[in-house]
């Protein structure tokens, strides 16, 4: 079985332009897979030297509940199967108070853990970093996941973890 990584984050910080960037090869497989829901996607990477599943934690819909239920179930699940779970902020709106909450819960799982700074294209990349490293998340990486870039670092320094 490949190695999962699940992205995790708060609605529109651009988990699924992450998951198309990563899964875009020719023959990346995105197709349900036995056992899972529909409300995850699923896709191969292979753009780095080994290849690793991606999760892409959005798209639960039609629940009654709140924003911040929904994030919290997608979370939990995500955390069940992957490897390595990638937070994904975003540079233009700092640190919420959701995005502490979710890396609360990353945090309890004791799994790894990368965050991705994204969208910060047109914003001051060191400024950006320097509120999220309020984090204390070692692995911190910037990217503009729009203009791919980013991308190949993210691979790069998740592959040791898979
Ligand atoms: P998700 O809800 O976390 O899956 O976020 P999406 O991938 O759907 O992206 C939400 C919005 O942010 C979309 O309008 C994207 O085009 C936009 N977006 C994603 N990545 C970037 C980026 O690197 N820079 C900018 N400026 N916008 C982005
Ligand atoms: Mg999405």
Same mark, same amino acid.
């Given at each position: 079985?490949?190695?999962?990584?699940?992205?995790?984050?708060?609605?529109?910080?651009?988990?699924?332009?992450?998951?198309?960037?990563?899964?875009?090869?020719?023959?990346?497989?995105?197709?349900?897979?036995?056992?899972?829901?529909?409300?995850?996607?699923?896709?191969?990477?292979r753009?780095?030297?080994?290849?690793?599943?991606v =999760? *892409?934690?959005?798209?639960?819909? &039609?629940?009654?509940?709140?924003?911040?239920?929904?994030?919290? %179930?997608?979370?939990? @699940? $995500?955390?069940?199967?992957?490897?390595?779970?990638?937070?994904?902020?975003?540079?233009?709106?700092?640190?919420?108070?959701?995005?502490?909450?979710i890396?609360?819960?990353?945090?309890?799982s004791?799994?790894?853990?990368?965050?991705?700074?994204?969208?910060?294209?047109? =914003? *001051?990349?060191?400024?950006?970093? &320097?509120?999220?490293?309020?984090?204390?998340?070692?692995?911190? %990486?910037?990217?503009? @996941? $729009?203009?791919?870039?980013?991308i190949d670092?993210?691979?790069?320094?998740?592959?040791?973890?898979?």
């Amino acid at each position: 079985m490949l190695p999962v990584v699940a992205l995790v984050g708060r609605p529109n910080v651009g988990k699924s332009t992450i998951f198309n960037a990563l899964t875009r090869s020719r023959d990346a497989l995105v197709a349900d897979m036995p056992g899972v829901t529909r409300d995850r996607h699923y896709g191969v990477c292979r753009l780095g030297p080994r290849p690793f599943v991606v =999760v *892409d934690t959005g798209g639960l819909s &039609g629940s009654d509940e709140g924003i911040e239920g929904l994030t919290a %179930l997608q979370v939990r @699940a $995500a955390i069940a199967e992957a490897n390595l779970l990638v937070f994904v902020v975003d540079a233009r709106d700092g640190v919420l108070p959701l995005d502490a909450a979710i890396l609360n819960e990353l945090r309890r799982s004791g799994k790894p853990v990368i965050v991705v700074v994204n969208k910060t294209d047109g =914003v *001051d990349e060191t400024l950006a970093l &320097g509120e999220f490293a309020s984090f204390g998340i070692a692995e911190t %990486l910037p990217m503009s @996941a $729009a203009h791919n870039r980013g991308i190949d670092t993210l691979v790069a320094k998740s592959l040791p973890y898979l």
